[in-house]
C-alpha cells in the first residue's frame, strides 16, 4: 500500500491483524507518518525521514498507549523539526540519552556500573566494599553528580567514622581500641573511594578529570597486624580451650584454623563434601577461596582429631562447623546448621584472651603464627606461602596461564612440620616446660621432615 492509503481512525486500527511478516500502513496525508505490525500484533506509531540522504525511522509510541491524536501531534512536531528546522530527531535523542548517562550521581554510577563490574572482578572484598559504600559513603555523597564531589565531603564521611567509633572524645579509658578501630575503618574507606572515583575518570564519566579523595587530609591509620602466638601462648590457647565452658563448634572452629592455618572464613563455611578423610585432604573450590584458586589443604593429626569430635555436633549437616550453641554433644548430630556469621569466632577469642592467657589475637593471626615458626625452622618462604594460599606465584602470566600443578608435596611437607611443631608444643606437661626454637629447629632437623 502506497503512503497515502489509510485512514488512521481507532476503528480502523484496532481491527487490523498482523501477518506472518512486519508490515508498515502509512497515514493519508501525512508523509512518513506510519503504523508498524509485528507478526505478534504489537502496533506502533512511527515516523520515517530522510536526513542526509539516509533513511530514518523514529519510534513515535505504541498503540492504544498512544492515542492516534497523541501520536498525530508528535508526528507534526517531528515533521517541522525536520523539514522546517533541519533537525535530526534521532541523532538529538541519542545525544540526550548520552548526556543522561553520562550525568550519573555517585549512588547511579555505584549501583549501575561499579557494583556489577566488582561483581565481574569476582572480588572476595565486594560484601565489605558495598557495606562501607551503603552506611558511610553513599548517606553523605550519594545525591551529588560524580563530577561535583568536593573534597570537603570526602572529609566529612571520613569525620563521620571517627565519631561514631568514639562518639565521647573526653572519655580516657576504653577508648583507645575504638579510635584505632575508627581510624583503620577511615583509611579503608578512602581506599575504597580512591578506587571507586579512579574507575570513573577512566571511563570519562560527567567529564570527570580529578580524583576528589587525593585533596584530603586523611585521618585514617592502615593497621599492619604483627601478632604471633609464642610457643607457650600455643600451648595455653589450646589447653585452655580444651577447659572454658563456650560453644563446642566454635571452640573447635578455632582450633582447626590454628592446625591448619586456613582463613576462618573458610573454616567456617567448610563443607564435608569437601573432604576425603583416607586422602587427609581437605579441597576448596575456587569459589570457596579467597583468590578464587582450588586449593588443597592437607590435614594434619590435630585437624583429623578436630574433625572427629565436631562430627558429633554437627555431622548431619552440611557444614562441618555449623552454628549451634550446644556446649555438650547432642544425642544424634544435628542437621540443617548453617555457618556462623563471620565476627563470631573473633568475638568469642576476643572475650577469652585473658583466661587463655594470651596477647591481642585474632584468629587470623593464627595463619601468621604457623607460617611464622614452620620458616623459623627451616621451611621455605614458597612452602608457605604456598600452604596460606597465598597468589604472589600465581602473578606472572607463567603462573597464571600455565602452571595447574596444586602444589600437594610442597603443602604436606610444610603441614608436615607444623604438625610436628604442635606436637613437641601440646605434648608439654606445662607452659614453662614448653620447647623453644632452637630446640625445635634441632627436633626438626633430626626428624628428616626437611629432607
Not at 561514631?164 to 577508648?175: H, L
Not at 578529570?209 to 589450646?238: A, H, Q, T, Y
Not at 579467597?290 to 548431619?316: C, D, E, F, M, Q
Not at 607452659?431 to 632437623?445: D, G, I, K, T
Request: net charge positive; hydrophobic share 35%.
Amino acid at each position: 500500500m502506497g503512503e497515502d492509503g489509510t485512514k488512521f481512525i481507532d476503528t480502523v486500527i484496532r481491527n487490523l491483524k498482523p501477518e506472518k511478516k512486519r508490515q508498515v500502513l502509512w497515514c493519508e496525508g501525512c508523509p512518513g507518518f506510519g503504523l508498524r505490525i509485528t507478526p505478534t500484533g504489537i502496533k506502533t506509531f512511527v515516523f520515517k525521514y530522510k536526513k542526509n540522504g539516509t533513511s530514518k525511522w523514529l519510534t513515535i509510541g505504541r498503540y492504544p498507549e498512544w492515542s492516534i491524536r497523541q501520536a498525530r501531534i508528535e508526528y507534526d512536531k517531528q515533521y517541522d523539526a525536520v523539514y522546517l528546522h533541519g533537525k535530526d530527531p534521532i541523532s538529538e535523542r541519542e545525544e540526550e540519552k548520552a548526556r543522561i548517562e553520562n550525568e550519573k550521581t555517585v549512588e547511579q554510577y555505584f549501583r549501575d556500573v561499579y557494583a556489577p563490574h566488582l561483581e565481574h572482578k569476582q572480588l572476595a572484598s565486594i560484601k565489605e566494599i558495598v557495606r562501607v559504600f551503603e552506611k558511610d559513603i553513599l548517606p553523605v555523597i550519594g545525591e551529588e553528580h560524580i563530577q561535583n564531589v568536593k573534597p570537603n565531603q570526602i572529609h566529612i564521611i571520613q569525620k563521620t567514622i571517627l565519631e561514631r567509633a568514639c562518639p565521647n572524645s573526653k572519655e580516657k579509658t576504653g577508648n583507645k581500641r575504638r579510635k584505632r578501630d575508627g581510624r583503620v575503618g577511615v583509611s579503608r574507606t578512602l581506599s575504597y573511594l580512591s578506587t571507586f572515583f579512579n574507575h570513573a575518570i577512566n571511563k570519562d564519566v560527567n567529564g570527570i578529570v580529578k580524583n576528589p579523595v587525593r585533596g584530603v587530609d586523611s585521618l585514617g591509620e592502615n593497621r599492619v597486624r604483627s601478632e604471633v602466638l609464642s610457643f607457650e601462648e600455643i600451648w595455653s590457647f589450646w589447653h585452655g580451650m580444651e577447659k572454658i565452658p563456650v560453644p563446642a563448634v566454635s571452640k573447635y572452629a578455632l582450633m582447626f584454623c590454628l592446625a591448619t592455618m586456613q582463613r576462618i572464613g573458610e573454616v567456617s563455611c567448610m563443607q564435608y563434601r569437601g573432604l576425603n578423610i583416607n586422602e587427609r585432604i581437605w579441597q576448596l573450590e575456587a569459589d570457596e577461596t579467597k583468590n578464587k584458586t582450588v586449593h588443597r589443604v592437607p590435614l594434619n593429626s590435630h585437624a583429623l582429631a578436630i574433625l572427629g569430635r565436631v562430627k558429633k555436633y554437627t555431622g548431619n549437616s552440611d557444614y562441618v562447623f555449623g552454628s549451634t550453641r550446644r556446649i555438650h554433644p547432642p544425642q544424634k548430630p544435628l542437621s540443617g546448621l548453617v555457618p556462623y556469621s563471620g565476627s563470631a569466632h573473633s568475638r568469642l577469642l576476643r572475650a577469652k584472651r585473658e583466661l587463655l592467657s594470651i596477647g591481642e589475637v585474632s584468629p587470623h593471626d593464627f595463619r601468621r603464627t604457623g607460617a611464622t615458626w614452620i620458616t623459623a625452622v627451616g621451611v621455605p618462604d614458597i612452602y608457605s606461602a604456598l600452604l596460606l594460599n597465598h597468589k604472589e606465584h600465581k602473578k606472572s602470566v607463567t603462573g597464571k596461564n600455565y602452571i595447574h600443578y596444586t602444589y600437594d608435596a610442597e603443602k604436606n611437607i610444610a603441614m608436615s612440620v607444623w604438625g610436628f611443631i604442635l606436637d613437641r608444643v601440646l605434648e608439654a606437661p606445662s607452659r614453662e616446660a614448653v620447647p623453644n626454637l632452637q630446640q625445635l629447629r634441632e627436633l626438626v632437623r633430626k626428624s628428616e621432615i626437611l629432607g
